[in-house]
């Protein structure tokens, strides 16, 4: 079955070709990042002019590259929500005239459902099991007992991980995108400064407001005495704290569900510093730890065609009355 699927949900214009789920045909991505850098962060309306001006070419780029037509097609697959509105719209809308003229199914898929199965272009996904979504716009545990079920266990009362990060570098100077550069400077760091450790609790959410402000009052209280502050330095005791609250709520999340297997998705499973601790502390508790490769942790279609063909052998599809959704339960 080959399913072709759009993603447009924030800053990138993707369209991939996906086969049964788990081979990835063709995947083409127009970023928007040199764009939005110059404002610090995405603009929702630049960003969804951008995916209209681009998507048509997109969707073109892919059936070119992929040497197919329409007629190779079995289905469309679309993320409908949760993301920037105006962006999902551009989309949704491109998914259901090529449903409607082709005389296509049309597959709606969530945003963290795609995430998920972006683990399976990588190596098949075996239940039961534990998810860690972390991105820019969210911080989730979920588990699933088995294909295309989804049981949220926690996630973010505030700020997502990602958005953190970026945050964090904005305070720092070292721009946006901020996560990856974060993730090199504390590699040279040292764990330097002192800050409060989120929602030290039992249960299985997150919060990281809390985090970020410590460090805009440390780095104003230091500019304020004028005393220098070191950039590694305090993106090592950031990413520190950051890693050792969602590595304690991950594993304690498996060991609650008696769970063995652990997936780590989105832009944020690309950080090193979350990846290799997540790794070090399932080997100590046997447990089996996998992530998809860095070119899928990011948003991307191909994840939306993985995961729309488990949603159609679900029987979930979508008509015409279909519209985007700003924020919309994974279910």
């Known amino acids: 079955m080959y399913i072709l699927a759009i993603e447009s949900s924030c800053d990138e214009t993707s369209c991939s070709i996906v086969k049964n789920g788990c081979v990835d045909v063709s995947t083409v991505i127009l970023s928007q990042i040199d764009i939005h850098t110059n404002f610090g962060g995405v603009v929702p309306e630049i ?4 995916h209209l001006k681009n998507i048509t070419m997109v ?20 993320t409908y929500g949760p993301g920037l509105i105006g962006s999902l719209l551009v989309g949704v809308e491109a998914a259901k005239t090529l449903a409607f003229i082709y005389n296509k199914p049309l597959i709606p898929v969530h945003h963290i459902a795609g995430h998920i199965y972006a683990n399976n272009l990588c190596k098949k996904m075996e239940y039961p099991l534990i998810a860690l979504v972390v991105s820019g716009g969210h ?15 926690g996630e973010t009362l505030d700020d997502a991980v990602g958005e953190s990060y970026d945050k964090v570098a904005r305070v720092i100077g070292v721009g946006y995108p901020g996560g990856p550069v974060i993730d090199k400077m504390a590699k040279i760091g040292i764990h330097e400064y002192n800050l409060p450790i989120p929602l030290n609790d039992d249960s299985y959410n997150f919060s990281f407001s809390g985090l970020k402000s410590a460090v805009i009052n440390l780095a104003h209280n230091y500019d304020q005495k004028g005393i220098k502050l070191n950039k590694e330095n305090l993106a090592k005791s950031f990413q520190d704290v950051v890693v050792e609250t969602i590595t304690k709520k991950t594993i304690k999340a498996l060991k609650d569900k008696n769970v063995n297997r652990l997936i780590i998705a989105g832009g944020v499973a690309a950080n090193s510093g979350i990846r290799e601790n997540l790794k070090k502390e399932c080997e100590n508790n046997k447990i089996e730890c996998s992530y998809p490769e860095l070119k899928y942790c990011t948003d991307n279609a191909s994840m939306i065609g993985a995961a729309a063909y488990y949603a ?12 985007a959704r700003s924020s919309v339960k994974l279910s």
Do not use: P, Q, W
């Not at 960003?47 to 951008?50: C, D, V």
């Not at 159609?312 to 519209?323: C, E, M, V």
């Open 47 to 50: 960003a969804s002019r951008h």
């Open 59 to 78: 969707i073109e780029e892919c059936l070119k590259k992929a040497n197919f037509t329409m007629d190779n097609i079995d289905a469309i697959a679309i």
């Open 139 to 153: 911080t989730e545990l979920v588990y699933m007992k088995d294909e295309y079920e989804f049981e949220k266990l």
């Open 312 to 323: 159609y052998k679900k029987g979930i599809t979508a008509d015409s009355s279909l519209n």
